[in-house]
């Protein structure tokens, strides 16, 4: 499992977050325009406590949320109990508990494929994908002001350009999103900021900060697994 401590330890202030995030759903239609998924089987992967699901189960057939920390994969059961299309499973990306070439959009946003060391779900997600199908990841681009500093400050390893080459060997189209998140109040924002970085970042985010909206911007990856016959 890749570390998420800020869903992991503070779920309550993360659905915070997912709520105050691209109020203006700029991923969300740009998903729509690189695969959409109207009357098509979806797993959402690293799906967390479910926030993204109902939004695809809205136009989806069937949408299954994998979920490796079982907490959380209960809080996402719960969240969708209502909704017949949605089933969640406890797994991982290396192993989708999904058969092959049985869905049509593998996505994951922040979750598991931060680029060298993803190869493994990667594979999975072409294994399940049928052909024509697309795998959608959404990360955050490091590169952007003023969220991405922060990022750097906070991660100082993480090599933007290194993970934007290695999706490009690996075949992906990638597209730049900005969105502006924008929270109730100062309190939540700051709530917000405090389980997304250390503490020093955190308070350098906020005293750098005025009023109660940020812009962040996205990376969209996506790769298509082929349709054709591969012919030897
Ligand atoms: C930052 S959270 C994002 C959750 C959700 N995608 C959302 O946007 O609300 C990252 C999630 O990835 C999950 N995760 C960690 N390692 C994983 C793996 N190997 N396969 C799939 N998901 C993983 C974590 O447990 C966590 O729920």
Redesign the pocket.
Known sequence: ??P?P???HWPEV?EEE?RAQDVHGVVYTALREACDWAGRDVV??????G??LPMFAAAARTVTG????PP?AELARRRTLDQPGVRVQTG???QLPLADSSVDLVH?????FFGPGCGA?IAEAMRVLRPGGALAIVDLDATAHPYGEWMRADLPHYDPSAVEAFFDAQGFDLRRLDTEWRFPDRATLERVLGIEFGPRVAERAARGTAGTTLTVRYRLHVRRKPRGLEIS
């Not at 994998?66 to 920390?69: A, L, R």
């Open positions: 499992m890749v998420s800020n869903i992991w993360y997912n959402d992967v690293g799906c967390g406590t926030f993204h994998v979920e490796p920390h959380l991982s990306a290396e994951a946003r922040t979750a598991y779900g």
